[in-house]
């Protein structure tokens, strides 16, 4: 299950407009500090005039230029979001036109698991890498959540941005040591409606909008029950995931976890008897930024140096279906 | 880039309601004979009271059926759709829920690339379990087209039908020569805006229908411009899709390609040079199921004893993007 797959380089692009938690606390009437104590986030950014596919592209754009590549060095172009720019044709398709790429003919397709979107395409790409059938791949995750919140769910609103990250992955040069060590996902639909946007789709057609089914169409999160339930499964989802190698967690450098909320983190850390400092956490000036939070955590942790080379890495996160994911590597 | 997978089993499933070319003939005004003519199809299938999981669900349990399989023996279900039951969470994961396997936790996602969406799923988790990832997976196509099409664009609403298809793709078994020989996609997004649903997603938010912009929602084709595209691309993509083999076309027992239209696949068949027969064409009952129709011409095809074990099958197509993709393989 090893693959001889390197993280080349990494980017990000976060919107103009920054919406602190004391403006949150006025427009939903709370009182001074409530958004922020609840949420962990700070500031979080919503789109003003970007859309999906120009913050990808710019998020793109600087991860090839980390990477020391250009377009022309990518073989397959993967968007890994949890929202689309429109319902056809998919996302990655209207990011290579974004880029300029159009008439490049470099194969693009979306990979969607919401939340866990970038690192289910890091997981089956690499591995697709590894079978020869690519050698290097840009995944874009580009999110924007502001326009399905539900401002009547304080809880859930509260916790997500706007953003985009992307990575570029290769086959790991000879003599390098990075690779993908394991990865594991699982999936337990009896948690599928406790996190979700219930129309937009063939069930609840957009036509159907405006009919006082208006929440249908924004994010609804039932937050107790979905934590109860991540939370009874963490542990052993770990352990599983490990199963097949000799590490243990206090070896891995850094834990960069989906930026569920402050306080998901915190428990996560606590459960996980993480060290600290051992899980990298941007939540609070970014926010939840749905599958875009773990790359952009990433690229976080190698702009600040929290990360080097040699160093084992756990990408680790929770999504609506309900999943949980992760893949361990050495960056 | 070879890999040894076998298509396991198959299954599909069609709504009850059956809608003709007479019907749609007088619905849209039109001479008795002319949807016929321009679509090729007689019949159509549209939902009535089904979902797209309910469908999915009963294509992929006829799948495992003939494969001798339970969802026991699965360690990976994805969902490879045009359209998407719901915005959040993933299609796969409520198909998990519906075949009553919520507590399974298989993991669950979507792989996109609208009309390729199987062939590309196809491609990439053969490729993953081939690199030792998953050792069979689940395929499902659903889709439900007619809740967005634009009767007012008759030559694009004719084509299409609603229904699912399913394949259990596994490790080939010791001895046999089942393997995916090779594999190709091209993106050439200059076509991107031939054939899309503008509306949907997060740049025209299904929260803005209804303002005069209904059409954003509904499936928009240049017919003309597409066909022109794809007509030039298709026969450089398919040399260099075998270019890596030795296999000639003529050794080919059976071309499965995407039902676009009557008209496309007539064409397609002269470009290529075609045998009689040699193209799997199930348009006239089915119409275009977007990504189903594959994997649903594969179904049939093997169904009626067309293809057998040992036999070369090239899976061919064209989708929004604009994509070509293909997929060889010793069935």
Redesign the interface.
């Known amino acids: ?1 090893e ?1 001889p797959v390197r993280i080349l380089g990494t980017g990000k692009y976060l919107p103009k407009r920054q919406v602190t938690a004391e403006q949150l606390d006025q427009k939903l009437g709370l009182p001074a500090g409530w958004v922020e104590k609840k949420s962990g986030v700070r500031v979080r950014h919503f789109v003003t005039d970007e ?2 596919t120009q913050m990808g592209a710019a998020a793109a754009t600087q991860a090839l230029q980390n990477a020391g590549l250009t377009f022309a060095d990518i073989d397959c ?1 993967v968007c890994a979001s ?13 990011l ?2 974004e880029l300029g ?14 939340c ?2 970038f690192v ?1 395409a890091l ?6 890498m ?4 690519y050698k290097r791949v840009l995944i874009v995750s580009t999110e ?1 959540s502001s ?2 919140l539900n401002w009547e769910q304080k809880e859930s609103s509260i916790l997500f941005g706007d953003g985009a990250a992307a990575a570029v992955i290769g086959l790991a040069p000879d003599g390098s040591s990075s690779r993908i060590l394991c ?1 594991r ?6 948690g ?1 409606h406790y ?13 159907e ?2 009919k006082g089914n ?1 929440s249908d ?1 924004m ?1 609804d999160m039932d937050g107790r029950k979905l934590f109860r339930m991540t939370s009874q499964l963490l542990e052993g989802f770990i352990e599983r995931l490990l199963s097949n190698t000799t590490i243990s967690l206090s070896e891995i450098k850094a834990v960069v976890p989906h930026q569920a909320s402050g306080m998901a983190m915190r428990i996560m850390a606590q459960k996980l008897g993480l060290a600290p400092g051992q899980m990298i956490n941007i939540i609070e000036n970014h926010g939840n930024v749905i599958a875009a939070s773990i790359p952009m955590a990433l690229h976080e942790a190698i702009q600040e140096k929290k990360v080097a080379r040699g160093d084992l890495l756990l990408l680790l996160g929770t ?5 949980l ?1 992760g893949v361990l590597l050495e960056y």
Chains 1, 2 share one sequence.
């Open positions: 299950m693959r859309t999906s172009l949890g929202t689309a720019q429109q319902e056809i044709p998919c996302t990655a398709a209207l290579q036109e790429e159009s008439d490049s003919g470099v194969p693009c397709f979306d990979i969607n698991s919401t866990l979107s289910t997981d089956v790409m690499s591995a697709a590894a079978a020869g059938v924007i326009v399905g990865s996902m699982e999936t337990y639909s009896k599928a996190s979700e946007i219930r129309g937009g789709g063939t069930l609840i057609h957009p036509s909008y405006g208006e169409f994010f999504s609506a279906g309900l999943s994911g």
